[in-house]
Structure formats: structure tokens, C-alpha cells
């Protein structure tokens, strides 16, 4: 039987409220980075027919001029939807330990704030922003799987 390779798919899409301001950093070669995380809330019946709540907490990062856009236009509490892919990184605590998280590497955001709200920047109809780099890393079979879901314009 031929091998078969296994395609390489890593895509993620969330919606939920920032917990918090995000913090706008730049890297030692000045390229913009954002960090954020979301509260995504599912609603379940459990073994008892009852409603239930529970709270998913994701942590997302964005680039360059996404990140810029997401620092002019995201406060604490603010309905995002997410586009992007699953990253994981290691790094040192105070402590000397090595931690490894998961974190959502944004390609596309949507801002879901509507004029009104109260809440932040406020836009007539959801906003998108995009990480206008993302391409570039991308495989040209990654490119080819991808096909449909070329960037909105």
C-alpha cells in the first residue's frame, strides 16, 4: 500500500471577551506583538438536565500591524472572534522552571463590538484585521490546503 502523508492542518477559530487590556510590546528589532486572552463561555445540560456554564480561557498572540490594530482598538471586556493556528512556547519562570503554554497565533480578527455598546472603540457593523505576514511562513501545500481560505479583501 503507498504511504500515505498525513496533512499538515493546524487552524483554530474562537469568539469570546477580552479579560483584559492587551499588552502591546515590541521586539528588539521593533516588530509590534500583542498578547491577550478571551473567555469563551459554553452553555451544557448536565446529567441532571440543569443548565451549565463553563469558561474556556485562551491566550492569544498577534503581529505587526495586527497587533498595532488590536492595541488602538481592544479593551478589557470587547467580543472578538478569532482566526488562526494553535503555537506553543517554552520559556523560564523567576524560579529557574521551564513552562510550556499553547497560545493562538492570530491571522485574522474580528472585532464584534457594535456602536453603543459602551464598551471601548465602537464600530457600526464587526471589523477584521488581519496579520498581513502570515503568508509568508506558509508551505505552497500549506498555500494549496488553505485555498478557500484566502484573506478577505
Known amino acids: 500500500m503507498a504511504d500515505l ?6 487552524s483554530v477559530i474562537i469568539a469570546g471577551n477580552l479579560t483584559k487590556d492587551p499588552i502591546f510590546r515590541q521586539t528588539t528589532n521593533g516588530t509590534p506583538v500583542v498578547n ?5 463561555n459554553r452553555r451544557y445540560r ?20 495586527l497587533a498595532e ?9 470587547n467580543a472578538v472572534l478569532v482566526e488562526g493556528e494553535l503555537q506553543s512556547r517554552t520559556f523560564k519562570t523567576e524560579k529557574g522552571d521551564s513552562k510550556t503554554i499553547v497560545e493562538i497565533k492570530a491571522r485574522r480578527i474580528q472585532f464584534l463590538n457594535k456602536k453603543g455598546t ?14 498581513d505576514s502570515f503568508e509568508k511562513h506558509l508551505t505552497p501545500e500549506d ?7 484566502a484573506p478577505h479583501e
Not at 502523508?5 to 493546524?10: G, I, V, Y
Not at 491577550?36 to 469563551?40: D, G, I, K, M, N
Not at 490594530?69 to 471586556?77: A, M, Q, V
Open 46 to 65: 448536565d446529567s441532571k438536565d440543569e443548565w451549565q456554564e463553563d469558561v474556556c480561557y485562551v491566550g492569544i498572540v498577534a503581529w505587526n500591524k
Open 5 to 10: 502523508k498525513m496533512p499538515e492542518l493546524n
Open 118 to 131: 459602551g464598551v471601548a472603540e465602537h464600530h457600526d457593523e464587526p471589523t477584521t484585521f488581519e496579520d
Open 143 to 149: 498555500t494549496a490546503l488553505l485555498g478557500d481560505i
Open 36 to 40: 491577550f486572552s478571551v473567555a469563551s
Open 69 to 77: 490594530s488590536c492595541r488602538d482598538k481592544l479593551k478589557k471586556g
